[in-house]
């Protein structure tokens, strides 16, 4: 690969951070991954608060993990569509629902 090939490649790399962090910030008002952490960890403290108020058990005395994971799914819309891969896994531990949201960029779009 020629010197030019590799700038020029840098160049498109950089240009498209560039646009992916003023899409971040025109949608969710934040580009930074403290930002967006922090309203990762916000989501998380609204649906365990949400559970703790409005959660139910089932005849079995299960949570009722199909309604929690509608209220995740509902919550995290928006910043699924801004990642290519992203995980959700709920967990109770100790009688308390546990999230863990992760929305990463795959390696094509995050490589430098």
């Known amino acids: ?3 030019d090939t590799t700038l020029e490649s840098m ?4 240009r498209s951070i560039y646009e992916e962090r003023e899409f971040l910030d025109q949608q969710i008002g934040t580009s ?3 930002g967006i952490i922090d309203m990762i960890r916000s989501l998380e403290a609204q649906l365990a608060d ?3 108020k409005h959660g139910h058990k089932t005849n079995d005395d299960a949570p009722d993990f199909q309604g929690m ?10 910043l699924d569509s801004e990642y290519s891969k992203r995980s959700i896994v709920l ?6 629902p ?12 995050g490589d430098c």
């Open 1 to 3: 690969m020629s010197a």
């Open 11 to 14: 160049e498109q790399q950089l």
């Open 32 to 34: 930074t991954a403290d």
């Open 50 to 52: 949400m559970y703790n």
């Open 69 to 78: 994971l509608k209220q995740v799914r509902e919550l995290s819309s928006e």
């Open 91 to 96: 967990t109770v531990e100790h009688d308390k």
């Open 98 to 109: 546990v999230l863990k949201a992760v929305w990463e960029e795959s390696a094509a779009q």
